[in-house]
């Protein structure tokens, strides 16, 4: 079981920036992939940014690319999604996932934190 937790969300007006970080413990061995999802009210949940831990090229939405990034730090089993240049459409909530297979269905899911972007 790997538990998640996130943080660093908050308000903040078009072109600023936010960190979030995701926080795991538990059987942290068995997760060898992590994303950050998104989902905006009356909207459906949509992957944000995705990083296998081992390494490799990051996976991002086209609507972020250019202005998030995700960065793992395998010493603190944290995981981080830097959001620049901010948009009103990137107001959702923002939730990480791992998972131990990296196929696109994720086993294990935090609670979630809200970013709000002003215009």
């Known amino acids: 079981q790997v538990h998640l937790e996130e943080s660093g969300g908050g308000s903040v007006q078009a072109g600023g920036s936010l960190r979030l970080s995701c926080a795991a413990s538990?059987?942290?061995?068995?997760?060898?992939?992590m994303g950050w999802f998104r989902q905006a009210p009356g909207k459906e949940r949509e992957g944000v940014a995705v990083?296998?831990?081992?390494?490799?090229?990051?996976w991002y939405a086209a609507t972020v690319k250019g202005r998030f990034t995700i960065s793992p730090d395998n010493a603190t089993n944290t995981v981080y999604l830097q959001m620049n240049g901010l948009k009103p459409e990137d107001t959702a909530i923002y939730s990480c996932?791992?998972?131990?297979?990296?196929?696109?269905?994720?086993?294990?899911w935090g609670q979630g934190t809200q970013v709000t972007v002003s215009s």
């Open positions: 538990g059987a942290t061995y068995s997760s060898r992939c």
């Open positions: 996932a791992a998972d131990s297979l990296c196929n696109g269905s994720w086993l294990w």
């Open positions: 990083v296998f831990i081992a390494g490799g090229n990051p």
